[in-house]
T-cell receptor, first 113, second 114 residues
């Protein structure tokens, strides 16, 4: 596609509910990154894929967070048993390789009530 | 791990004035430094970047300078316009940006008053 597409744009979840956030990267982009952006803060790294391999998941805040990219294209970030502190914008970015040439998606704003 | 600090957190200038935003980084292995602009409710967009083998880079009204010894880099915007109003983020990465993730600063909210 022409850009990085994320869905849904907005998600309201009740505390304890599971959610799944989708990222469709730019076609051919090898690298895919997930970031969490709290209100008024910079994006914080969650996890990084190169093709289907998850090379770094050191930023995932707890074992309730899980990401996958099974075919090296679309990625899903899953949050189990959501908590209020999970409320944030979740940004996906893709690049031809590594940190150079990032293109961000518009993000998914998650609100946990 | 890498830590990026950014200041000021807010900056207000008159249209036509210059704006300077400064960042410091902790890991001397970092060698790729991009700057992003994020308008309210929109995605961050890359505006300029620099690698550590270069001390300065310019693109029209925007310039970035890098001091590797002091581990700091700065964004300079000249002749500011109201449409420059946004949140600006600096970031750092290792491996020249060829792999790995970015570490972001907390952002600077720039307001340009007409």
């Amino acid at each position: 596609g022409a850009g990085v597409s994320q869905s849904p744009r907005y998600k309201v979840a009740k505390r304890g509910q599971d959610v799944a956030l989708r990222c469709d990267p730019i076609s051919g982009h090898v690298s895919l990154f997930w970031y969490q952006q709290a209100l008024g803060q910079g994006p914080e790294f969650l996890t990084y894929f190169q093709n289907e391999a998850q090379l770094d998941k050191s930023g995932l805040p707890s074992d309730r967070f899980f990401a996958e990219r099974p075919e090296g294209s679309v990625s899903t970030l899953k949050i189990q048993r959501t908590q209020q502190e999970d409320s944030a914008v979740y940004l996906c970015a893709s690049s031809p390789g590594g940190a150079f040439g990032y293109t961000f998606g518009s993000g998914t704003r998650l609100t946990v009530v | 791990g890498e830590n990026v600090e950014q200041h000021p957190s807010t900056l207000s200038v008159q249209e036509g004035d210059s704006a300077v935003i400064k960042c410091t980084y902790s890991d001397s292995a970092s060698n790729y430094f991009p700057w992003y602009k994020q308008e309210l409710g929109k995605r961050p967009q890359l505006i300029i970047d620099i690698r550590s083998n270069v001390g300065e880079k310019k693109d029209q009204r925007i310039a970035v300078t890098l001091n590797k010894t002091a581990k700091h880099f700065s964004l300079h915007i000249t002749e500011t316009q109201p449409e420059d109003s946004a949140v600006y983020f600096c970031a750092a990465s290792m491996y020249g940006g060829s792999q790995g993730n970015l570490i972001f600063g907390k952002g600077t909210k720039l307001s340009v008053k007409p």
